[in-house]
Every structure is written in C-alpha cells, then in structure tokens.
C-alpha cells in the first residue's frame, strides 16, 4: 500500500494563512486573557463604549474565536495530508499576530475607541509600545516569508539542474 | 412549599418524568442495535446521557423559584437548557437512532417530514438563528422576561423554546442527523459566525444598559448574569465550532482516502451528510 506522503503536495499558501489565522486568533487570546482578565487593564464594559461599537466588538470576538478552532483544525488536516510547509507557516504566524496587534492598536482602541490600553494613565507611551511590538512582529513575518520564498525559489531550480 | 397542591407538584416534576422517558426511548433503542450487531457508537450514547443530566440539572424543580429571585441562577439554567444540552443531545443523531431503530413504515414517514416544506424551512441555519438567538433579543430586550417571572406557565413554555431552538440551531449547524437540504458548509460557518457575535452583543448590551428592565434584580446582579452569558455562552459557542470543523475535518480525512492526492477546498458542501444515513 502506498502512503500519502509519496505524493503528497506541499500547499505553501494554505499553509501560510492556516498560522495566520491561528496567530490572530492567539493573539485576541493574549489580549482578552492577559490584558483584561489579569492585569485588568482593560473592562468587560468601560462606560465610554456606544452601543453601536460593542456590536463591532461582537463581531470580532467571534471573528477571533472561528479564527483560533478553524485554524487548528486545518493544521491538523494539513499535517495528515503532509503538505504542510513549515516555512510559510513561521512567517504566516508572526504576520497574524502583528497584523492583529496593530489593528487592534489602530482600529479598536483609536478609531472605534472601544477601549483604552489603560486608565489614568499616560496613554502616549502604552500606544507606541503596543504598536511598535506589533510592527515588529510584522517585520519578522515579512521576513521569514521572503526567505520561504527564497527556499522555494533555489529548491525549484535544483530539480531543474 | 408544603402548602402547594399536590396536583402542582406533579406539574413541577413534569420536566423530571420528559427527560426521563427520552433517555429510556433512546437508551433502549441504541442498546437495541448493539444486540442485533448494528453499530452504535458509544460516544453518541455517552453524549445523549450527558445532555440529559444537563437538562436534569437546569430543569431542578427546586431551582425554579431561586431563579425567579436571582436572575444568575436563571442565566444558568439558560446556558444549560439552551446551550450546552441541546449540542450534547444533537451530537447523539437522536433522529438516525429512531430511523434506524423503529419499523421501515415509520421510518420512512420521518425521513418525509424531514425533508417537507416546512421543515426545511425552520431548520435552515438562519431561521434557527432567528428563533434561537432572536427570541433570546425579545426575551431580555422587552417586557416578556418580567413576564416569565409572575407566570408559570410562561416560565415552562420558555424553558422549552430554550431546548428546542437551542435543538434546532446545533442541528442546523453541525448536526450528524440526516438534512436532505442543509445549505453548503460557507452559508452554515458564516450563521454561526453571527451568532457568536450577536450573543456576545446581547451580553454587553445587558451588562451596559441593564436588561432586562422593570425586574426586581438589582443592578450588579443583572451584570453578573450577562457576565455568565458572555463567558458560558463563549464556551458554548466554541463548543459548537469545535463540532463543526470536526465534521468538515471528518470529510476532508475521507476525501484524502478516496481520491489520495487531490485537493478538498474548505467550502465544500459536506456531501457525506447527505447520503450516509
């Protein structure tokens, strides 16, 4: 019997937004664990928010939690099938946890104000820090996936030689 | 509680003697196949039991005047009625056990009804949702929560549209029970992204406006509740994705087996629903 892994076909792009979905999702995670349930930083409810900008929290809080189960399960599918490309999928998951820093340090906390980092205090210093954490994180991704790139691009013109 | 009639008592343990007879038919059933060597899997059995002590512990009789004093107590009942025991029950395929179980004739009669008009109608993922996480809108958002409080007739009538709607929306989703007309896998994913986010928008919008209103709940209380609701029903909500992606995983393990090296795109519809059963 032959197995699948003789003809098994590497899915680099699947493997790529398989991890980022799981880096958003994970994430989300860190935020709503450490953030408002630790540190208590942040609130269930903050008493500024509008009614209209809790149901866009809604929709990401269901966003992030699909994210996070879809996320596992085609990993697991990917391994099974032995096309998962384990470089594409370190640089999909840095880029999913910067992309979700920065857009919840952009979008959530600047432009639906849903919530601050923190209370009474200096928010100037707390923003940047989040922010530049997430540009970072989004500058490892970039590279980790120009290097897959690159890998695949000398693997290729090895089978040709 | 001495003083109630003892005619009442009977209508209180009434839930008691429901589920009671409903984990008999099934038990009796799924023991059934095993003895004609017809397999049934254990885990289905295990989970209906589960669903059945959920529905025991959320229909307490004893528990229902508390939850009419302690609105916490009554976001239990909701969470266990109407969210945790309905997915327990519906990952047990109650419905292909019966199919399987009674004769050709009556069988063939519920295959009918669960393809009819009707049918398909109320069990397409959005109506479910409607019925399920709409009537939870009415419910907190209008004066039908007081309602439930001074009427007991009520109270039971809404208990029981918390399991069937409940019922209804797990089936519609992520159901092993045959639907001959469940929309493609895209639809069902994006109905339960919906109703992950419109719960969690209910919860807040309880926790930061107070509802439901005109009830003798006290502020902290009423927040506590929709605290519950928020992090029981989150629990609940990932439960039933859990059970979704299960099932396409499922698929995809099976579609790698028959055809070895093609490729299964994720918005396939699950075809195997449709002719397993």
Known sequence: ?161 | MLEHAPQENLFTYLPWLFISLMLLAYLRAAIGQIHQGRQWSRWRILSFISGCLLLYVGLTPSLQPMAHHDIRLHMVQHLLIGMFAPLALVLAAPVTLAVRSLPTSTSRFIMQVMGSKPVRLISHPLSALLLNIGGMYVLYLTPLYATTLSNPYMHHLLHLHFLLAGYLFCWSIAGPDPAPHRPAMRVRLIVLFLSMATHAYLSKLMYAYEWPKNTPHPTEQIQAAAQLMYYGGDVAEILLAIAFFAAWFRFSQSQVKKHKKRWFSISKPFAYLFSKN
């Open chain 1, 1 to 161: 019997m032959q197995t699948n892994h003789d003809q098994a076909i590497i899915q680099p792009r699947r493997s790529f937004w398989t991890t980022f979905l799981i880096g958003v999702g994970i994430m989300a995670a860190v935020d709503e664990i450490v953030f408002h349930q630790l540190l208590s930083w942040h609130h269930f409810y903050d008493q500024a928010t509008p009614a209209i900008s809790l149901m866009s929290d809604g929709l990401l809080h269901a966003a992030e939690l699909i994210a996070l189960v879809a996320g596992f399960f085609m990993l697991a599918d990917l391994r099974h099938r032995h096309a998962f490309s384990v470089k594409y999928a370190q640089a999909g998951f840095f880029l999913g946890l910067g992309c979700f820093q920065v857009f919840d340090g952009l979008v959530d906390h600047k432009v639906l104000r849903l919530h601050q980092i923190r209370y009474g205090v200096d928010l100037l210093p707390y923003d940047l820090v989040w922010n530049l954490v997430g540009f970072i994180l989004i500058l490892i991704g970039v590279g980790l996936l120009s290097r897959a790139r690159k890998f695949t691009a000398i693997k290729a013109t090895d089978q040709n030689h």
